[in-house]
């Protein structure tokens, strides 16, 4: 089945770091990112990991990837208030051409 | 290096009219994708272009249908809109037509159905 869900709200405290955890149902998936939404903008792509790789980082973010519990996970290191937003999660489906979304994190950071 | 572009950036439409959103692809990609984004929602997969081809569509009825041009822009067109068509419709633009590349967004058209 085509599924990915993610808890819908998270805040934590500037500098602190914030942690976004998302599952996913399709063993079969290849690709796994990590979009960012600010109100009114599209999505902004920050990162994505081959499905058998087990972690990417990439400045103050950090991916992690367990495939056996289908569990992928975003973690922001020392968070500012500009990286309050929402956050998806995304899977493409091999052999075909989309991609599957879950329903977003929202991401507050308090001062 | 330009990036995707959609306009209109907002549209008002009452029931039954038709709409056409329109899309750049950002420099380089030969890959359109569209998708719709319900409030509150994650995005939803409409279909995708690659080299002026429809290369696979989700689950939206036969009255949501596309373009593709030589120059890889591309047009969404809706008809016969509903109450349930209002949304953000995103349009994302990637390198060839495997699913591994990655798309990357517009600002979309937030369509209101009046």
């Known amino acids: 089945g085509e599924d990915v869900e993610q808890s819908l709200f998270l805040s934590v405290r500037e500098g602190d770091s914030s942690v976004i955890n998302c599952t996913y149902t399709?063993?079969?998936?290849?690709?796994l990112y990590w979009y960012k939404q600010e109100p009114g903008a599209g999505l902004q792509l920050l990162t994505y990991i081959f499905s058998n790789i087990d972690m990417k980082q990439d400045q103050r973010l950090t991916v992690l990837l367990n495939k056996k519990d289908k569990h992928l996970s975003l973690r922001i290191a020392d968070t500012q208030t500009g990286d309050s937003a929402i956050y998806f999660c995304a899977e493409s489906m091999p052999g075909t051409y989309k991609y599957i979304f879950g329903t977003g994190t929202r991401l507050k950071v308090l001062a | 290096e330009t990036g995707v572009t959609q306009s209109p950036t907002h549209l008002i439409k009452t029931r039954g009219q038709q709409v056409t959103l329109r899309c750049s692809s950002q420099s380089g990609h030969n890959t359109v994708s569209w998708y719709q984004q319900a409030l509150g929602q994650g995005p939803q997969f409409i279909f995708q272009?690659?080299?002026?081809?429809?290369?696979g569509r989700g689950n939206f009825p036969p009255r949501f249908s596309g373009l593709q041009f030589p120059n890889y822009s591309s047009e969404l067109n809706v008809n016969a809109l509903e109450l349930d068509d209002s949304a953000l419709y995103l349009c994302?633009?990637?390198?060839?037509?495997?699913?591994?590349?990655?798309?990357?967004f517009g600002d979309g058209t937030r369509l209101s159905i009046l």
């Open positions: 272009y690659y080299r002026e081809e429809e290369n």
């Open positions: 399709d063993s079969s998936s290849t690709y």
């Open positions: 994302a633009s990637s390198l060839g037509g495997e699913s591994n590349q990655p798309q990357h």
